[in-house]
């Protein structure tokens, strides 16, 4: 093997070693992985159940997998799907199941799995939030687990990712529809660039404004071509150096697991009173602070923060405006959980060269005394 392989081989070990699964599949990126996988069970026009609050992606892959989305609803707590909102969303027998560790908190895997198991489907594990960690079961759940090396992920290359599985049968089925797949290039980087730069407007308005959301069929049949690529099978170093710089626990990294805890403590300071943040275990490793303020609150927020270009998201939107006017022959069930959470949520950054958390935190004080919060 090449010098130019090696790397995706100790990738690839790596993953395999901290998930004890017995195979990894590059794709260009999590999406692709997860519409590989649908394709590769042979489903079509079959429900997918998808939590109502994850990454608009996620249903872009179901939808071009030529499956029914279908947005479950979350626990109100926790923020994530759990056995409970899965049997309430009323597909006694979904095809799939693609619980999400939104954030990077863990969520409820067994017992996601287990209702699955129940109701004959398969689990897709959507760790693209999250990634390989000492301790950590993520990535060894469901029948296959993906991951994003994705811009503004943990692991942070600007494209790729990974698929997990410990079926021999599914890896060939996947890698056989996904090899025929385009290689990632220019004009892929570009139509990406201009999607998510009017989808970062679109998003802020369209449940305010809800012709907004008419756009959106003519929208993905642009933009879709973004979803399904592969990525060079070279060019590993950098995501084989920026895996063991996030592994490190030391928060002296920029970009480590350890920064990312410390930063995260220090946004706690915001909480109290009706704010609040999502419950998490201890050494947590977020992918962004979620801060979740009250919806009369967050507009106004977000625009005070944005003026003093503070690194500031919304994400995610709930996927009920954008599903309706993607497939409005499927009947959604209510997700008012995940539509509240959606109104209240503020992402704060965790790492270079985002903004340090310190000016952040002032900034949010700043506005909390002017308004007298
Ligand atoms: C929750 C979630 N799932 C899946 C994906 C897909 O990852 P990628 O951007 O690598 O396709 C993303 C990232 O955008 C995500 O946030």
């Known amino acids: 093997m090449g010098y130019r392989h090696r790397y995706r081989q100790q990738v690839a070990d790596r993953f395999r070693a901290a998930t004890a699964r017995d195979h990894v599949i590059f794709t260009g990126r999590g999406a692709t992985a997860i519409w590989a996988a649908l394709k590769a069970w042979d489903f079509t026009d079959q429900p997918v159940l998808i939590p109502a609050n994850t990454c608009y992606i996620v249903l872009w892959a179901v939808l071009l997998s030529g499956n029914r989305p279908i947005l479950v609803d979350i626990d109100p707590l926790t923020g994530m799907i759990t056995p409970e909102t899965l049997s309430a969303a009323g597909i006694d027998r979904p095809a799939a199941v693609i619980p999400c560790h939104l954030y990077g908190l863990p969520a409820p895997m067994a017992e ?38 994705g811009s503004g992920k943990l692991v942070d290359v ?17 890698k056989r529809h996904v090899e025929p797949l385009p290689l990632y290039a220019d004009h892929i980087a570009e139509l990406e660039k201009q999607w998510l730069t009017i989808y970062w407007a679109t998003h802020q308005f369209e449940t305010e404004n809800i012709p907004i959301s008419s756009l959106y069929p003519t929208l993905f049949q642009i933009y879709r071509n973004i979803i399904l690529y592969n990525a060079p099978s070279q060019g590993f170093v950098d995501v084989y150096q920026r895996l063991r710089t996030f592994l490190r626990s030391d928060p002296v990294y920029e970009t480590s697991l350890g920064l990312r805890i410390v930063r995260a403590g220090e946004y706690d300071r915001l909480v109290g009173g009706s704010w609040r943040t999502l419950p998490r275990p201890a050494d947590t490793v977020l992918w962004r602070y979620p801060l979740l303020v009250p919806p009369e609150v967050r507009g106004d927020l977000f625009d005070y923060l944005q003026s003093r270009r503070l690194d500031v998201t919304r994400w995610y939107p709930s996927l009920q405006a954008m599903t309706r006017a993607l497939c409005p022959e499927v009947d959604q069930p209510p997700t008012p959980h995940a539509d509240h959470f959606a109104e209240c949520i503020l992402n704060l950054p965790l790492t270079w060269p985002g903004d340090p958390p310190e000016r952040i935190i002032a900034a949010i004080l700043d506005y909390r005394n002017e308004q007298r919060l």
């Open 158 to 174: 600007g494209y790729r990712g990974a698929l997990l599985c410990s079926d021999a049968e599914l890896t060939a089925e996947i």
């Open 112 to 149: 996601s799995c287990a209702w699955a198991t129940e109701h004959g489907a398969k689990v897709i594990e959507d760790a693209a939030q999250a990634m390989i960690m000492p301790d950590s079961r993520v990535g060894s759940w469901g029948d296959a687990s993906i991951f994003s090396f």
